[in-house]
């Protein structure tokens, strides 16, 4: 009877787990469906894809108006993105913290022929891109030699302390120059392009 049972059980066992396996590649298939059957567009440097958008995915672009746009798409068709436009607040609950919300605007389509250019994602070491850490670092020691230098009624501009300024006037310009070139987006041109690919053609 033992024998039984335990045969019984281990059936059971095997039952269950193909049955699991069948739910995995029925959710597997209607996910994957679900992207093939909408067309999506995807961002490149030349042949690199640097980002790819679908359907309900969230964007942040910049059209030829100069308009910057927070979105979910909630449709691509037609070489158009459907968007619902967004914005983020900040509002107080009932104990009187801070919460995060999210505010939803009308439809808007926008034509991928007019969105003018991309934001930069998070980049490595941004703050020495962007120059801001040796803005910081000339700057810094500028404000302190000039403390100092006053505190204890020396000349600023003495000889001896006219190659210290100096050096950090030529870091601070430095950072200054870094933070004016740096780009903070990817504009359409040249360089970089949208490839619009329509689900029918892929598939």
């Known amino acids: 009877m033992q024998a039984g049972f335990n045969k019984l059980l281990q059936s059971s066992v095997v039952f269950l787990k193909m049955n699991r396996c069948i739910l995995i590649l029925i959710t597997a298939f209607i996910f994957t469906s679900s992207f093939a059957q909408s067309d999506f567009i995807q961002f490149k440097k030349k042949d690199k894809v640097i980002d790819t958008w679908f359907k309900d995915n969230y964007i942040t672009l910049q059209l030829d ?27 107080y609950n009932r104990l009187g913290l801070n919460t995060l919300d999210t505010i939803y605007y009308g439809f ?15 980049e490595g070491f941004s703050y020495v891109k962007n120059g801001l850490i040796f803005k910081i670092a000339g700057g810094g020691y500028l404000l302190l030699n000039a403390i100092n230098t006053l505190s204890d009624h020396d000349d600023f501009f003495a000889s001896d302390n006219i190659p210290k300024i100096s050096i950090a006037a030529g870091v601070l310009a430095l950072g200054v120059v870094l933070g004016l070139t740096h780009k ?20």
Not at 65 to 91: E, F
Not at 108 to 122: Q, S
Request: hydrophobic share 35%; aromatic share 14%.
């Open 108 to 122: 808007m389509t926008i034509n991928v022929n007019h969105i003018k250019a991309f934001p930069k994602k998070d």
């Open 65 to 91: 108006n100069g308009q910057w746009v927070d979105a979910v798409i909630y449709k691509i068709q037609y070489d158009s993105l459907y968007l619902r436009p967004y914005a983020l607040q900040i509002g």
């Open 184 to 203: 903070t987006t990817y504009v359409i041109g040249k360089k970089y392009h949208i490839e619009y690919i329509s689900a029918k053609a892929s598939s």
